[in-house]
């Protein structure tokens, strides 16, 4: 299995522009997990999707922020319009289906570093 | 809900002494305790696990101890390598329902002088 994949990998837009970013999780996971992170505020929990439905959205910062997952291989994380405070890396994280031993083992991407200019 | 506090946040030894990282966490019903390592520029990756119903595991030179009682948990690193020069993460496992969200510490920077 090639691992949770990310794209892009590097990112640098002009303030106010739209950002989307992706991710297509482990197959055969069933919990994807989008975090930020920066050094002020560390890893961040954005928000995450049990079978494709969002469960806890709490960690979104403002309505600029969204996330979708129409399918369990595919899901996006938008900013519109970005802000220069948005620069971070995000991190898309997916884990084993809720059975199992080792069910809570989340395996991250490898990020996407966000530059707003 | 969960909060995970992580100290020390900066940790400089000399190679071959041990190292330690502590974490507290808040809410008794957290049952699972992950250690990440991020190397710089990469992504953070499981090194060490515990669970609720155990007191310690150890994987080679790494090892994690759990204080149910006092909500504690510390990684041990012992004989360190410059290899060991990373961020280190802690987590808990939000014990409100059975999500599987994770509650990350604020992290810890070693460094392992040659």
């Known amino acids: 299995d090639a691992g949770v994949i990310q794209s892009p990998r590097h990112e640098v837009t002009e303030m106010g522009q739209e950002v989307t970013l992706r991710c297509k999780p482990i197959?055969?996971?069933?919990?994807l997990f989008w975090y930020r992170q920066t050094m002020m505020r560390g890893l961040e929990l954005l928000i995450y999707?049990?079978?494709?439905?969002?469960?806890?959205d709490s960690g979104m910062p403002e309505d600029r922020f969204s996330a979708k997952m129409p399918n369990a291989s595919f899901s996006t994380l938008k900013i519109q319009p970005s802000e220069p405070r948005d620069s971070a890396v995000y991190f898309c994280?997916?884990?084993?289906?809720?059975?199992?031993?080792?069910?809570?083992?989340?395996?991250f991407g490898p990020g996407t570093r966000l530059t707003v200019l | 809900g969960e909060n995970v506090e992580q100290h020390p946040s900066t940790l400089s030894v000399q190679e071959g002494d041990s190292a330690v990282i502590k974490c507290t966490y808040s809410?008794?019903?957290?049952?699972?305790f992950p250690w990440y390592k991020q190397e710089l520029g990469k992504r953070p990756q499981l090194i060490i696990d515990?669970?609720?119903?155990?007191g310690e595991k150890k994987d080679q030179r790494i090892a994690v101890t759990l204080n149910k009682t006092a909500k504690h948990f510390s990684l041990h690193i012992t004989e360190t390598q410059p290899e060991d020069s990373a961020v280190y993460f802690c987590?808990?496992?939000?014990?409100?329902?059975?999500?599987?969200?994770?509650?990350f510490g604020q992290g810890t920077t070693l460094q392992v002088k040659p």
């Open positions: 515990i669970r609720s119903n155990v």
């Open positions: 987590a808990a496992r939000d014990g409100s329902g059975n999500t599987g969200k994770l509650i």
């Open positions: 994280a997916s884990s084993f289906p809720m059975a199992g031993p080792r069910y809570n083992e989340q395996f």
């Open positions: 197959s055969g996971h069933n919990s």
């Open positions: 999707f049990n079978n494709n439905v969002p469960i806890d």
């Open positions: 809410d008794s019903a957290s049952n699972y």
